[in-house]
């Protein structure tokens, strides 16, 4: 099984909001990701966990929080977001993320988010 | 600072026609070369991953190539189909990256005409 999961699938909220997107892998991989993808452009890797501690933030604003409570499960907390935070938020996993080797990743269908 | 090229940005075949899609990158110091398929609206299915040591890989009708020393990937699709429309992604793990993060390309989109 190579599935990783995401719910919801949509999301429309407004920037007064607060809402979580949830993610979810049953692979026994250790390292997870959040990336941004806006229309026509690659995704944008916003943050990594490693052993369920973070890794990297790529200097994603404060109002993204991200929290891996458990080794298979990942969320990112939205609040006060703005309209052109609208995207498609995809999850990814990998077996671990290496000091000298590198593992191929594994994306979730992604959660279309507009923001009002 | 790694930097990855997709040529073409889109591509229109009729269907049963051989295509090969390129990436490029600037730097060669990589861990792996990775092809991801993405249908719209929709999530990164991944295709073929080439470790650094490879020179290619084959999965069904896809054959991938890497030349490392030559900063270039090809992406080899035999016999297209229909279903086979999709933006096609490279992206590479940089070895002075040592996280994870993935590089990538800006994508081909892909039409297979019936």
């Known amino acids: 099984d190579t599935e990783v999961t995401q719910t919801p699938k949509h999301l429309v909220m407004g920037m007064t909001n607060k809402k979580s997107l949830k993610c979810e892998q049953h692979?026994?991989?250790?390292?997870m990701y959040w990336y941004k993808q806006k229309a026509k452009k690659p995704p944008e890797l916003m943050f990594v966990?490693?052993?369920?501690?973070?890794?990297i933030n790529e200097s994603v604003p404060s109002r993204f929080s991200p929290e891996c409570p458990n080794s298979s499960l990942l969320n990112l907390h939205l609040h006060a977001l703005q309209p052109e935070d609208s995207a498609l938020y995809l999850c990814?996993?990998?077996?671990?993320?290496?000091?000298?080797?590198?593992?191929?990743?594994?994306f979730g269908p992604g959660t279309r988010l507009t923001v009002t | 600072k790694q930097e990855v090229t997709q040529i073409p940005a889109a591509l229109s075949v009729p269907e049963g026609e051989n295509l090969v899609l390129n990436c490029s990158f600037t730097?060669?110091?990589?861990?792996?070369l990775q092809w991801f398929r993405q249908d719209p609206g929709k999530g990164l299915t991944s295709l073929l991953l080439?470790?650094?040591?490879?020179r290619e890989q084959t999965s069904g009708r896809l054959n991938a190539s890497l030349d490392k020393s030559s900063g270039r990937s090809t992406l080899y699709i035999a016999a297209s189909q229909p279903g086979d429309s999709a933006t096609y992604l490279c992206?590479?793990?940089?070895?002075?990256?040592?996280?994870?993060?993935?590089?990538f390309g800006q994508g081909t989109e892909l039409s297979v005409k019936p």
């Open positions: 966990y490693s052993y369920e501690k973070l890794s």
């Open positions: 692979m026994g991989h250790r390292a």
């Open positions: 992206a590479v793990s940089p070895i002075y990256n040592q996280g994870g993060k993935l590089i």
């Open positions: 730097d060669s110091a990589i861990y792996n």
């Open positions: 990814a996993s990998s077996q671990r993320l290496g000091t000298g080797d590198s593992y191929e990743q594994y």
């Open positions: 080439i470790q650094s040591s490879q």
